[in-house]
């Protein structure tokens, strides 16, 4: 009988699930948030989630990856004693709920997928590396977070580090953190990680915010072709070019915002956490576009666009 279904996608928090379920073959299934099971089960849409037999569901990525490991008959990455294991739950939460969601607020704003403001992200990486500085220190003099072997919290908290290294951490942070990046380098290698992380490109520099570029103002075509230098009097008379016709929405001033840079913000990222904020803040406004809600048999199709301005 299937062992259950979980619910991670390509989040940093869907990595680790997915990544126990493969390495240790466990009879489960994946899937995502669209599934209809899971937009039962879970109102907080957020992932990593699962459903097991007999109505079992579990939800907040601590639990279920104590659970899958359970799954898989797996004690050793949970510890070897009682102590070790409240050590082990104290890194993951450590790294769940203080380091990653710090660098989420720091590196968002840097690459648009929230609203840019430079107290928000200066205080979340000071924060971020106040986090990263306990763990840089136990680092110092061990291998491994808990004991002197690989638990669930190296694990866990590595994934919790990517983003940091995805988005802030270049050249010149590795050399303030040796001890977490030799530590994250031997980590990402480890089977069950390796081939979700294993080939890891570090960047040089942290990303930079660049701010939006304004859109250039539309200038009617017509207006252009009054501009156009007047051709020499000596030159032959050419039979004056009719202007092209005006289209009607040319008339309109350019929208405020770029619809491209919502379509960029809503395929890179969390559609419900940043996405669909980003879309409300930030791009929607009643003047430029009309939203339109087309039903087309089962489906619900939010449709937007320039021209129905
Ligand atoms: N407290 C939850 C937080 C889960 C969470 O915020 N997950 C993010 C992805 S990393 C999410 O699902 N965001 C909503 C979305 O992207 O739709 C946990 O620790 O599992």
């Given at each position: 009988m299937s062992q259950g279904t979980l619910f991670a996608t390509g989040h940093s928090r869907g990595i680790l699930p997915r990544a126990l379920v493969k390495h240790f073959k466990l009879d489960v299934k994946i899937s995502d948030q669209e599934d209809p099971v899971y937009k039962k089960n879970f109102p907080l849409a957020k992932v990593p989630a699962f459903v097991g037999p007999k109505g079992f569901k579990l939800n907040e990525i601590i639990a279920v990856t104590i659970y899958l490991l359970n799954l898989a008959n797996d004690e050793k990455l949970l510890g070897k004693n009682a102590q070790e294991y409240a050590q082990i739950l104290k890194w993951l939460s450590l790294a769940n709920s203080e380091l990653l969601p710090s660098l989420a607020s720091a590196f968002k704003p840097l690459i648009g997928a929230s609203p840019y403001n430079k107290k928000q992200v200066d205080d979340n990486t000071a924060y971020a590396n106040k986090v990263a500085n306990i763990?840089?220190?136990?680092?110092?003099?061990?291998?491994?977070?808990?004991?002197?072997?690989?638990?669930?919290?190296?694990?866990?908290?590595?994934?919790?580090?990517?983003?940091?290294?995805?988005?802030?951490?270049?050249?010149?942070?590795?050399?303030?953190?040796?001890n977490i990046t030799r530590w994250f380098k031997t980590i990402i290698k480890t089977p069950i990680l390796s081939e979700f992380i294993g080939d890891y490109k570090f960047r040089e520099k942290p990303v930079e915010y660049t701010p939006p570029k304004k859109e250039k103002k539309q200038q009617p075509k017509a207006e252009k072709a009054e501009k156009a230098p007047k051709p020499a009097a000596a030159a032959p008379a050419e039979p004056a070019q009719a202007p092209k016709p005006k289209h009607p929405l040319s008339l309109l001033p350019p929208a405020k915002t770029s619809i491209d840079e919502w379509k960029r913000t809503y395929s890179n990222e969390e559609t419900r956490e940043v996405a669909i904020p980003f879309f409300w803040e930030k791009i929607y406004n009643p003047e430029d576009y009309s939203l339109w809600k087309i039903i087309c048999l089962h489906q619900i199709h939010v449709w937007f666009h320039g021209c129905f301005r």
């Open positions: 763990f840089e220190e136990r680092l110092a003099n061990y291998t491994y977070l808990v004991g002197e072997r690989l638990s669930l919290a190296d694990l866990l908290a590595t994934t919790s580090f990517l983003r940091g290294y995805d988005h802030l951490y270049g050249a010149q942070w590795r050399k303030q953190y040796p």
